[in-house]
């Protein structure tokens, strides 16, 4: 079955990097969009970033652009958020999600009901 850890969150001073990890395991799929969201307490969860992994191709949302960056280690089936220029605004639960690579490049890719398969979450708090 599918699965997904994610690891590397904790507690950053604004200005500050960090960098979360989403492993996967039991994928199926020919393709894959692998996207990462955040949600702060009572906030709807929003996608900020994600890879079209058979391509490479990495989609961004405007809050994060030019801040986060998406690599992968395909050989490690990781993926990487790599969050530099932290705001407190950064602060919430990301978690990393999969499904079908289309989901990448048809433009879904940031909407939470868009994936199938998700891990448990890790906590990021940035303090100012």
């Known amino acids: 079955h599918v699965q997904l850890v994610e690891s590397g969150g904790g507690s950053v001073q604004a200005g500050g990097s960090l960098r979360l990890s989403c492993v996967s395991s039991?994928?199926?799929?020919?393709?894959?969009?692998i996207g990462w969201f955040r949600q702060a307490p009572g906030m709807e969860r929003e996608g900020v970033a994600a890879?079209?992994?058979?391509?490479?191709?990495?989609y961004y949302s405007d809050s994060v652009k030019g801040r986060f960056t998406i690599p992968q280690d395909n050989a490690k089936n990781k993926v990487y958020l790599r969050m530099e220029s932290l705001k407190p605004a950064d602060t919430a639960v990301y978690y990393c999600?999969?499904?079908?690579?289309?989901?990448?490049?048809?433009?879904?890719?940031?909407?939470?009901?868009?994936?199938?398969?998700w891990g448990q979450g890790t906590q990021v708090t940035v303090s100012s």
């Open positions: 999600a999969v499904d079908g690579g289309d989901r990448c490049y048809r433009g879904s890719w940031h909407i939470r009901g868009t994936f199938s398969y």
């Open positions: 039991g994928l199926t799929n020919r393709t894959n969009c």
């Open positions: 890879i079209y992994t058979t391509a490479g191709s990495t």
